[in-house]
C-alpha cells in the first residue's frame, strides 16, 4: 500500500504541470503568430517605402538638343605676337652746350626736320670769329711768302709751311662753323613726342638723348609662324588681325616673313602691317594674327557651351536613341560663341546644348526640345561682328593655297 501510494502522489502533480506546458506553449505561439502578421503588415510599409525610393532614379533626365546642319567655315592658325610702331628714334645732341630753347612737348606731334632744342654756342660762336681772322692772317702771310719765293728770298719749305697754316686755319674755322649748326638737334621724322629726356637749362653732350619720337600711323606685329604653316603665309596676303585689349579685329598685310626659323621656337619671324591712322592701336599691346588655312564648305560648328572641358580635353554628349553618348573631340579654331570640330562629331547628330554637365554615359533622357545648329546663328554673328568693327575676314579667294 506505501507502494501504491507513492505512486499515486507521484502521479498527481503531472497532470496539472503539462496543462500549464500546454498553455505557455500556446501563448508563446500566439504571440509569434501576431509578431509574424505584424511583420508582414510592416514589410509592406517598407516595401512602399522602397519603391518611393527607387522613384527618382527612374526618373528621366529631361535635355534640349541641336541637330548639326553644315556650316561654311574657314579654318585658322592663330599667331601670338605684339605690335610695334613703323619708326622709332631718339634724337642726341651732336654738339656739347647748355639747352636755351626747347620747342617740343611730350605727347605732342613734331613734323620732319623740326628743331627741337638750341644750345648755348656763343663761346663758339666766339671762337669761329677769331678763327676767321686767323685764317684772313694765314692768307696774307702765304701771299706774302710766295712773292718772296718768286725772288728768291724764300725755300721751297717757307711756303710749304705757309700752306700748312692756311690748311689748318681753314680746318679749324669748318668744324667750328659745323659745331655752331648741329647746336639745333632737328627730328628726322614725323611723330609723337613719347618721351623727354632733357630739360631746358641743362647742359647736353655729345649723344646725350633728347627726345624719343615714335611714328606709327603704320603699326607692324611680329610673331612666329610655325613651318607647318608656311604654305598657307605669302608676303602680300591679307589678314585679320585681333587686338586683345581693344576686342577689335582689323585687316593686315603679311609685309615680310624671315628666312631663318627661331632655334628655340622653330617659327619663322613674320611682319604683318596694320594701317593705323586713328592710332587706336599703340606700340606693346597683344596682337593674335589669324591666318586663314582651310576652308569647309560644310564644317561642323557648334556652340562653345556646348563643350566640358577635363584635364583629358574637350568632350560634349550626343543624344542617340533615348540615351546620351559622351564623346572626345578635336577642337579647331573658333570664332566668338562657337568653335570648329575636326573628329568626333558629325552632320545631322543631334547635340545636347543644354543639362550636359549634369550627364552621365549612357543616362537615358527626354528631349524637351530640339532645333538646328548652328548656320543661322552664326551667320548673324558674324553680321554683328562686321558692322561693329567694319571688318570682314578674307573671302574664299584668299584660301588656303590661293
Given at each position: ?197 632733357i630739360e631746358q637749362g641743362e647742359y647736353a653732350g655729345p649723344g646725350t638723348p633728347i627726345a624719343t619720337i615714335v611714328n606709327y600711323d603704320t603699326i607692324v606685329v611680329r610673331a612666329g609662324l610655325p613651318e607647318s604653316e608656311l604654305l598657307y603665309a605669302k608676303e602680300g596676303r591679307e589678314v585679320v588681325v585681333r587686338v586683345t585689349a581693344l576686342n577689335k579685329e582689323v585687316k593686315g598685310r603679311i609685309r615680310r616673313i624671315g ?144
Open positions: 500500500m506505501e507502494g501504491g501510494d507513492e505512486s499515486m502522489v507521484s502521479e498527481e502533480p503531472v497532470r496539472p504541470r503539462a496543462a500549464h506546458l500546454r498553455g505557455a506553449l500556446l501563448l508563446i505561439l500566439t504571440v509569434a503568430l501576431a509578431q509574424l502578421m505584424s511583420g508582414c503588415g510592416g514589410g509592406d510599409k517598407e516595401g512602399d517605402g522602397a519603391a518611393n525610393a527607387v522613384e527618382p532614379e527612374n526618373r528621366v533626365t529631361r535635355i534640349q538638343t541641336a541637330t548639326i546642319e553644315p556650316v561654311a567655315f574657314t579654318d585658322y592658325e592663330l599667331l601670338t605676337g605684339e605690335t610695334e610702331a613703323e619708326d622709332t628714334v631718339t634724337v642726341s645732341a651732336e654738339n656739347p652746350g647748355r639747352v636755351i630753347a626747347v620747342n617740343f612737348k611730350e605727347g605732342e606731334r613734331v613734323k620732319e626736320g623740326q628743331w627741337l632744342v638750341r644750345l648755348d654756342v656763343r663761346s663758339d660762336a666766339t671762337r669761329s670769329g677769331q678763327l676767321r681772322v686767323a685764317l684772313e692772317q694765314a692768307e696774307r702771310d702765304l701771299k706774302r711768302t710766295e712773292e718772296l719765293f718768286e725772288k728768291g728770298l724764300a725755300t721751297p719749305a717757307d711756303r710749304e709751311r705757309a700752306k700748312l697754316q692756311v690748311d689748318n686755319a681753314r680746318y679749324n674755322l669748318r668744324l667750328t662753323r659745323v659745331g655752331i649748326s648741329k647746336s639745333t638737334a632737328v627730328t628726322p621724322l614725323e611723330g609723337i613726342v613719347d618721351q623727354v629726356h628666312v631663318q626659323a627661331n632655334t628655340n621656337s622653330r617659327t619663322f619671324p613674320v611682319q604683318i602691317e596694320i594701317d593705323n591712322a586713328e592710332h587706336a592701336i599703340r606700340p606693346g599691346m597683344r596682337a593674335d594674327v589669324i591666318l586663314p588655312t582651310a576652308h569647309y564648305e560644310a564644317g561642323v560648328l557648334v556652340p562653345r557651351m556646348a563643350l566640358l572641358e577635363s584635364p583629358q580635353g574637350s568632350s560634349l554628349f550626343v543624344h542617340k536613341g533615348g540615351k546620351v553618348e559622351q564623346r572626345r573631340v578635336k577642337l579647331s579654331e573658333g570664332k566668338g560663341a562657337y568653335v570648329l570640330i575636326k573628329e568626333g562629331l558629325s552632320l545631322g547628330e543631334e547635340l545636347v546644348v543644354t543639362g550636359q554637365q549634369f550627364l552621365t554615359n549612357g543616362e537615358p533622357v527626354e528631349v524637351t526640345e530640339n532645333t538646328p545648329c548652328c548656320a543661322k546663328a552664326f551667320a548673324a554673328q558674324e553680321a554683328s561682328l562686321a558692322e561693329r568693327d567694319g571688318v570682314r575676314l578674307p573671302g574664299k579667294s584668299q584660301e588656303a593655297g590661293q
